[in-house]
């Protein structure tokens, strides 16, 4: 089984960055797609950002897009989202998730990081 494990949320200012880092325990042997969620309280999960195996495809929610970016490291097993211009309605607890490249089926998940933005 895949552990994936997030790090790098915290507070900070609107206008301000944050850069999200996602590590995989464990490396699968075939194409596998990765993405980051969240869900803001009282709200249901949705997607912010997903990249391919290859790292050369994205996709970002409209609300995200121009000021966050995703990459990816297959060397080190690990995802990053960048997070500029952030805004408070960007507070969430923020999740990595993983699963086979081109099903849009994640089954692994991370345990999540919050991400808090004032105003």
């Known amino acids: 089984q895949v552990q994936l494990v997030e790090s790098g949320g915290g507070l900070v200012q609107a206008g301000g960055s944050l850069r999200l880092s996602c590590a995989a325990s464990?490396?699968?042997?075939?194409?596998?797609?990765m993405g980051w969620f969240r869900q803001a309280p009282g709200k249901g999960r949705e997607s912010v950002a997903v990249?391919?195996?290859?790292?050369?495809?994205?996709n970002y929610a409209g609300s995200v897009k121009g000021r966050f970016t995703i990459s990816r490291d297959n060397a080190k097993n690990t995802i990053y989202l960048q997070m500029n211009s952030l805004k408070p309605e960007d507070t969430a607890v923020y999740y990595c998730a993983a699963g086979p490249t081109g099903t849009n089926t994640y089954n692994y998940w991370g345990q999540g990081t919050q991400v808090t933005v004032s105003s």
């Open positions: 464990v490396r699968t042997f075939s194409p596998y797609d």
């Open positions: 990249v391919n195996w290859s790292g050369a495809h994205t």
